[in-house]
């Protein structure tokens, strides 16, 4: 890519929420872009963002976000990309309008994951579906990310993939309550309990695994045609969605070739020596009683995902463990990290 002269301004939708805090704070001292617009409701335009926001996050308001003046989400900001961490609710409107009137949208939401020439990205395991932006026919471009619990999932799948082909997956999902945003879930709800049901999370899993693991054929995705099925449930745990995955291969594996396959695996985005690509993405722990969401959640700056527990299955012909930080690797910091694979492709210009 060719060098940066000055940072890209970028503005951010939904800046209050959960989604949008955590983009503030990951954004704060990012290398390529620099934040220059907040959007949010009609309740909180007008208002200086520390005023706005009900800041929840472990570090403290960056000074120069929270003297900035919070706007509308309307397609006049000041900048050319814009990462949305809007509700779904009012997410897919505003996102076309930006996209409209010539911006780049980094999506978290799940609007538009699904439209055929909307990338549903995650560049350490398909970052040719990028391509796909070149059949929008709007001025400017969407981009997604999966959903959080996804997110970790594909990227232990996809190096398998490659290597044996997957036959079929079993999932289990035990979910941080960051996942459910701001306020989240009620704290009678989940001391000392587990819910063994989050709205659409099986369905979002399962159809969504199989777009990221598809081929691309004529500038068009060719889904996987894996079997999956997911079962989703929240625990009492802030941050780190762990899944239980049963798996059974089209090839013969070996365990050993099964971790080599992890240890090794690369990807565009490490290649790139892009900013928040982990190095490596994908750790594997040999210790049955790793990972774990407190230990490991932040490695690789909560960009990587951990395994462990890989062993043989009666039913299928392995299960193992997987850990990945939602908020960051699952949201905001996945998002990112799509705004910079577009940028070092020169899908971005000045």
Known sequence: ???????IPVGI????GSVGQKFIELLQDHPWFKITALGASERSAGKLYKHAANWFQQTAIPARIANMVVSECEPNLPCKIVFSG???AVAGSIEE??????YIVISNAKNHRMSEDVPLLVPDVNPDHLSLIEKQKTKGKIVTNPNCSTTGLVMALKPLDDAFGIDKVSVVTM?????????GVSSLDIIDNMIPYIGGEEDK???ETLKILGKLKDNKVDFSNLTLSAQCNRVPVMNGHMESVNISFKKSAKKEDIIKVWEEYRSEPQELNLPFAPQPPIYYFDDP?????????????GMAVSIGRLRECTILDYKFTVLSHNTVRGAAGGAILNAELLVAKGYYED
């Open 97 to 102: 309008s930006f996209a409209e009137a010539g």
């Open 86 to 88: 809007l509700d779904a």
């Open 289 to 301: 009683r790793y990972p774990q969401p407190r230990l490991h959640r932040d490695l690789g700056k």
């Open 1 to 7: 890519m060719k060098q940066l002269k000055d940072k």
């Open 205 to 207: 899993m399962q159809i």
């Open 175 to 183: 979910q941080a309550l960051s996942g459910a945003g701001y306020p």
């Open 13 to 16: 939708l939904g800046a209050t």
